[in-house]
């Protein structure tokens, strides 16, 4: 079982960065795909980015490609969400997830099996 607990969130302007946290317990972190998900008010959690359990893959939403990026550190069990060119719709409540899909089942919202709790990032205009 994995533990996970988002953090780094906040309130920044539009055009500011923000990095995200993810630490998760646990020895079998290294065996999981992360992704990052976001939900904004009245709307359904969609998807943000994943990495593959070795880091060698990544993949973005459309919206946010070029703007963020998605990391770990195995060593460290703690996934990283780099968020640049912050707008004012990336506002939601991002949430770390953990994964033992296939690579190219990492954007399904299903195919995730342990969440954290969430982190809000508010981008003001």
């Known amino acids: 079982q994995v533990q996970l607990v988002e953090s780094g969130g906040g309130l920044v302007q539009a055009g500011g960065s923000l990095r995200l946290s993810c630490a998760a317990s646990g020895r079998t972190f290294s065996t999981y795909a992360i992704g990052w998900f976001r939900q904004a008010p009245g709307k359904e959690r969609e998807f943000v980015s994943a990495i593959t359990w070795s880091g060698g893959s990544t993949y973005y939403a459309d919206s946010v490609k070029g703007r963020f990026t998605i990391s770990r550190d195995n060593a460290k069990n703690t996934a990283y969400l780099q968020m640049n060119s912050l707008k004012p719709e990336d506002t939601a409540v991002y949430y770390c997830?953990?994964?033992?899909?296939?690579?190219?089942?990492?954007?399904?919202?299903?195919?995730?099996?342990?969440w954290g709790q969430g982190t809000q990032v508010t981008v003001s205009s």
């Open positions: 997830a953990a994964s033992l899909a296939v690579a190219t089942r990492l954007s399904f919202l299903g195919e995730y099996h342990y």
